[in-house]
């Protein structure tokens, strides 16, 4: 039951909510853990969607990690809020979706 765990990996998922469950978790090699890992649910507080920094020194490396479910949620919360997210460098995810958005 739950997520796996290695020693060599920090697995980050964000808080669950009383009646939501996350739908999506990073593992981070412990050998980045100098680059401070950190979520940032302030800027994106969705369960379908997390954003994790990795500080670099200069700029944050920011990646997105997102689950499509059938209805798009979170497909279509991106669309809506774009302009508010940092310069993404890296997304993937489940994106099992035929929306045209």
Known sequence: MGAPNHPEWLAIVRPP??????HVMAYVSKHLASYCPALWQDIVNHQDIMLLSLFTGCKPLNLLNIYSDAQHTAITWLSRT????????????????????
């Open 17 to 22: 909510e009383a009646d939501k469950a996350p």
């Open 82 to 101: 774009h302009v508010c997210l940092p310069a993404i460098a890296y997304m993937a995810g489940d994106f099992n979706s035929h929306s045209a958005v």
